[in-house]
């Protein structure tokens, strides 16, 4: 029995391929799209939106001839087709990630990441958009987390989701990329992050 629907957006043709296989040997449902037009069009006309019975979500490059992912992501919201968002890029882009997760998508992924990694990314956007109001749940403990951080992290946390590495930041703030490191592990532990993209997420949520 197929554990849901991924809807994969990718313009290179190798990686539909592997990512197709490895998601149905997974016992994901998938279906490919070489450009996001493509996949609006298709989405559009036959989908309804995803339930307990049949969960779905979309994997999503970020840079593609034609839309963009974020384009896409766009249209989809001008639409009201309500559907987990996650991206994946091999830019690392993160402020262009953080945007996007701004806009509302589920999480991203830097490619390559690892085969466990997108599998369990993709059951936690399954039961998001089982439940439209998961994303809801827990709001007040994340901005007591928020809060919890001091001063100093707070100014690490703001630099980390501009996208800058910890030496720039050390130098910013006049502190040692070592010192940097330890605010970034401290901060990490405090909101229970679990990735970069999670704390992203994290910090989206308490600032509502």
Known sequence: MARGTVYVVDDNNAFRRSTEWLLESYGFKVECFSEGS????????????PTANSPACLLLDVRMPG?????????LHERNL??????????GDVPLAVEAM???AFSFLEKPCSDKELAIVIEHAHARGMNGVAHA???????ARLESLTARERQVLDLVTEGALNKTIADRLGISIK???LHRSHLMEK??????????????????
């Open 38 to 49: 493509s996949f609006i069009a298709s989405y559009e006309k036959s989908s309804s939106a």
């Open 67 to 75: 839309m963009s992912g974020l384009e896409v992501q766009a249209a």
């Open 82 to 91: 309500r559907l987990p968002v996650i991206f994946l890029t091999a830019h």
């Open 102 to 104: 701004r806009r509302g």
């Open 137 to 143: 749940r827990g709001d007040a403990e994340v901005r």
């Open 179 to 181: 010192t940097v490191e």
């Open 191 to 208: 909101m229970a992050a679990k990735s970069l993209a999670h704390l992203i997420r994290l910090t989206i949520q308490a600032h509502g």
